[in-house]
């Protein structure tokens, strides 16, 4: 019975706590004959091919005019898939910034990671008039804390 207990006691303790994300976008819309145009966004953290992408933030809709549109989208995640070299945000994105108003998506992957179990800060610009498919960008600017970017609205 003790030798059972004093393996308990060597087993290794993990502790869950939840990493916190704050991506601060700007997207152009540059369609000459609107005035908005329709945008839905959600991140996820992608994983490797074995598991599905983890959601890291509730979709937001929005109507912007065209032209700059800003806006900050929080998100969280409580640890990654054993092996990994950190988060990998990736952004779901549906536009119908294009020349003939239809609805496309467009799959951003953010190549700079977040090292587990700090938060981290993504400044993300992007021209998204008449695009669409997939994506590999790496991040404006970065950080590992919720301090302000300068110029960021």
Known sequence: MRGAFLCLLLLPVFAYSWDHFQFDVTFFCNVLDRTEYLLKI???????????DDLLSNAKNYRPNVGRFSFTQPGAMDG??????GYEPVA???????NDK?????VLSITTLCPIGNGCHYRIIKDITNVW?????????????????????
């Open 133 to 153: 498919g997939k994506e590999s960008v790496e991040a404006d600017d970065f950080k590992q804390d919720m301090g302000p970017f300068p110029g960021f609205p």
């Open 80 to 85: 990654d898939e054993m092996n990994s070299s």
């Open 42 to 52: 959600e991140w996820y953290e992608k994983d490797s091919s074995l598991s599905k």
């Open 92 to 98: 779901y994105i549906s536009h119908d910034c294009t």
């Open 102 to 106: 239809k609805r496309v998506d467009l």
